[in-house]
């Protein structure tokens, strides 16, 4: 149930993310705005309607919601984990930015507390660049225990 919760914050985050009016309704310029942020500054507005026409009306979270499960469906948990992060990560490394993701964690939706940050880190040290293995903490997420390298 604990790791249902989380999968519903992380997908709420993400729907935050996007939502950068925040006004509830994730727009053409919402989307615009947030890959902005990520370095796509050339998107064509044919390519912005298109994604919001993918839903049936105003995507409000609980159409979100449904549409990002229906891109899912028959995806595993860790699947559904790492896609909700890979909105984060538009260049796919695989990592995302300590800082970045610790104030997401603690500013937006289920907030982590200070001493779930310091169990984060302390599970998932990131590496000497301040990079965070998002992948590896999926995996632990649905599997219960350190990846193998």
Not at 29 to 38: N, W
Not at 53 to 77: R, W
Not at 91 to 110: P, R, S, V, Y
């Amino acid at each position: 149930k604990k790791n249902k919760q989380k999968n519903l914050s992380l997908i709420m985050l993400a729907f935050t993310i996007i939502d950068q009016n925040r006004d509830g309704i994730i727009s053409k310029d919402d989307l615009r705005d947030v890959l902005a942020t990520m370095g796509q500054l050339n998107v064509k507005n044919e390519e912005l309607e298109a994604m919001v026409k993918e839903a049936s009306g105003p995507i409000n979270f609980t159409v979100f919601l449904t549409m990002f499960g229906e891109k899912l469906k028959g995806a595993d948990p860790e699947d559904v984990i790492v896609s909700a992060f890979k909105v984060l990560d538009p260049e796919a490394t695989g990592f995302i930015k300590k800082e970045f993701l610790e104030e997401l964690l603690t500013t937006q939706c289920d907030r982590f507390t200070p001493e779930e940050m310091t169990n984060l880190w302390a599970a998932f040290p990131p590496d000497v660049a301040g990079n965070v293995d998002y992948k590896n903490i999926c995996y632990v997420i649905t599997h219960g225990e350190d990846k193998e390298e």
